[in-house]
């Protein structure tokens, strides 16, 4: 942030009066730019015994396998976020059952919710943002092709708690090691 | 917003292509200013029998009672601002137990997080953003002048629950009625 969104002068990092962290103000109108984590949103699609995976078509991990996610809108609940996700990258229509993963990832300012539900029909295919979408068994899942370990870690949990046919909310913090890439 | 934050020149709203949605873009450098839902943290402080709340000292809803919590600041999980909000708000030091609720309020943008902890010592006061700081007995509890309905259903859960001594995490939307005012 270079300039006021509300005056389009001039703003400088500093730490206004009564806060303790610097924020991006307007050095003519002293407006303080917050900047607050984003919320990604998403579905792990269940058709019987498979799942539902979008192979992506944008950066980043383009060509990697992800579930249907994606940043929430204004207006909207995580819930009809993710269903609406769904639909935008895997043409695919779900009925949501419950709140299933929520993962913290400090490092880049997001909080990931994925929400555990059923393909409603057969029909499904990409959209903008995804070169293919299919339904996997587990054992064809392409767990060193996925895009980003919350992904990787919602599936674990999904094949390990179908064995025992009870689905808990998870909720965990992914820190980055100071030393590996994000994706890995 | 009226002006870009990279370039300072004038915004437009409009649709970027492969959009759907209309989004303040830049006239000049064509950069797309997306807005999101925030996230706002907190926690239910308890300690033996009582429960910890905070009298406001600012808008909205200045002089009722909340339990402590704030937007989510970057560089934090929303379990590090719950503990830091405790801090800010009630100078009280808290161990967290579990996520407890989360609320949906599309028609603000707003996500709420509560974790639910115990006070570990029985030192707490009012930070700058409180009037007030008190531990309450349930039959204490100033049911008519709390803040927020999110406040309201969080502490309900809560008496409810311990009678059974079970605290199952919850989540709900609270869709505003069009003829009510959104502090009701």
Redesign the interface.
Same mark, same amino acid.
């Given at each position: 942030? =270079? %300039?006021?969104? +509300?005056?389009? =002068? *001039? #703003?400088a990092l500093t730490i206004p009066e009564?806060d303790d &962290?610097e924020r991006h103000v307007c050095l003519h109108c002293s407006t303080i730019?917050? +900047? @607050?984590? &984003?919320?990604i949103t998403g579905t792990l699609p269940i058709l019987e015994d498979r799942v539902l995976l979008c192979k992506r078509a944008i950066e980043p991990r383009h060509g990697f396998w992800t579930l249907p996610a994606g %940043?929430? /809108? @204004?207006? /909207?609940?995580? /819930? $009809?976020g993710a269903v609406r996700e769904t639909w935008e990258e895997a043409r695919a229509k779900i009925k949501v059952d419950a !709140?299933y993963t !929520?993962f @913290?990832l400090? $490092?880049i300012?997001q #909080?990931y919710f994925f929400y555990r539900g059923t393909l409603t029909d057969i029909n499904f295919g990409p959209g903008?943002e995804s070169l293919e979408v299919e339904l996997f068994y587990e054992h064809e899942i392409p767990w060193q092709e996925l895009a980003f370990p919350v992904i990787t870690e919602t599936l674990q949990h999904y094949f390990a708690d179908r064995k025992e046919n009870n689905f808990p %909310?998870r909720?965990k *913090?992914l820190i980055r090691p100071l030393n590996k890439p994000l994706i890995s």
């Amino acid at each position: 942030m =270079k %300039f006021c969104s +509300q005056c389009g =002068k *001039d #703003v400088a990092l500093t730490i206004p009066e009564g806060d303790d &962290r610097e924020r991006h103000v307007c050095l003519h109108c002293s407006t303080i730019h917050y +900047q @607050n984590p &984003r919320i990604i949103t998403g579905t792990l699609p269940i058709l019987e015994d498979r799942v539902l995976l979008c192979k992506r078509a944008i950066e980043p991990r383009h060509g990697f396998w992800t579930l249907p996610a994606g %940043f929430m /809108e @204004n207006g /909207e609940t995580t /819930e $009809q976020g993710a269903v609406r996700e769904t639909w935008e990258e895997a043409r695919a229509k779900i009925k949501v059952d419950a !709140l299933y993963t !929520l993962f @913290n990832l400090p $490092q880049i300012n997001q #909080v990931y919710f994925f929400y555990r539900g059923t393909l409603t029909d057969i029909n499904f295919g990409p959209g903008p943002e995804s070169l293919e979408v299919e339904l996997f068994y587990e054992h064809e899942i392409p767990w060193q092709e996925l895009a980003f370990p919350v992904i990787t870690e919602t599936l674990q949990h999904y094949f390990a708690d179908r064995k025992e046919n009870n689905f808990p %909310f998870r909720t965990k *913090d992914l820190i980055r090691p100071l030393n590996k890439p994000l994706i890995s």
